[in-house]
């Protein structure tokens, strides 16, 4: 047999990290982010009750619109007792969603990161998000012309939850900024980075009921998405990857091929 042909192979990447002290620049995509969850979270609520008391049960809209309200009637407050259990159900159903795969999901994505890079992962998480809140935004426009079951939003829970939701987002965060900081920098940048993520749940709890009273949901639920998808943007433009990979060429002879 002759020996003599080689192929070229590929070896596995072998992964380095960049040099430490670049800033993370993710506080602001962070910030973003959790703005827009806590600026949607309630209204989302209220927006399932309101269609699940409308559409679902088929009650009068007036008394709909009472719900949650003090000094409700007896009508009213009966009314709220059908209304809670089916809403319930949904919202249980985008806990799940958002807890048990990507729970799972985050067994395997640290080591992956390792491989292939922090940022795609970051990529693929912010814009799960994004997605998921312009669905939302789109089912919620949609329901003021044509009557829908609040039951279709948890389709719009599904691009959040397959990209590893804030469980995967919040795990990859954390590695980037181990990658990027030395270990005397480090509690300095995990302080900055609580204190965006923070400062975007107060931002948001704080504007959500003013927004939804000078407009109505479906704004509130777009402006949410815009600030994902401006989080998305200045990941991809502006955060750099923190981990280097790097490709060997080997030459691997027919001979050796047999040996193994």
């Not at 959790?34 to 049960?57: E, G, H, K, M, R």
């Not at 009273?213 to 600030?227: D, E, H, S």
Request: glycine share 4%.
């Amino acid at each position: 047999m002759d020996c003599s042909d080689e192929e070229v192979v590929l070896s596995p990447a072998v992964v380095q990290p960049v040099r430490r002290g670049r800033s993370s620049n993710l506080e602001i995509p962070v910030f973003l982010l959790f703005y827009a969850w806590n600026v949607s979270t309630p209204v989302l609520t209220d927006q399932i009750i309101y269609q699940a008391c409308t559409v679902s049960l088929a009650a009068n809209v007036s008394d709909c619109a009472k719900l949650g309200h003090e000094h409700e009637s007896p009508a009213v407050l009966d009314l709220e007792a059908r209304v809670q259990p089916y809403t319930a159900d949904i919202l249980m159903v985008e806990a799940l969603s958002d807890s048990i795969l990507p729970a799972a999901l985050n067994l395997f994505i640290g080591p992956w990161s390792d491989r292939y890079g922090r940022k795609p992962v970051l990529l693929l998480t912010f814009s799960g998000f994004a997605v998921s809140l312009a669905m939302i935004t789109a089912f919620c426009g949609w329901s003021r012309w044509y009557p829908l079951d609040p039951w279709i939003y948890t389709f719009a829970f599904i691009p959040s939850a397959l990209s590893g939701s804030v469980c995967t987002l919040m795990s990859t965060v954390y590695c980037y900024i181990a990658d990027v900081t030395s270990e005397r920098e480090r509690g300095a940048k995990m302080a900055l980075l609580d204190t965006s993520l923070y400062g975007g749940m107060l931002a948001g709890s704080l504007s959500s009921s003013y927004i939804l009273r000078k407009t109505n949901a479906t704004t509130v639920f777009a402006i949410a998405a815009g600030a994902v998808f401006l989080a998305v943007l200045h990941v991809a433009l502006r955060v750099r990857e923190s981990v280097h990979i790097r490709r060997h060429r080997v030459h691997v002879g027919c001979c050796t091929k047999l040996r193994h």
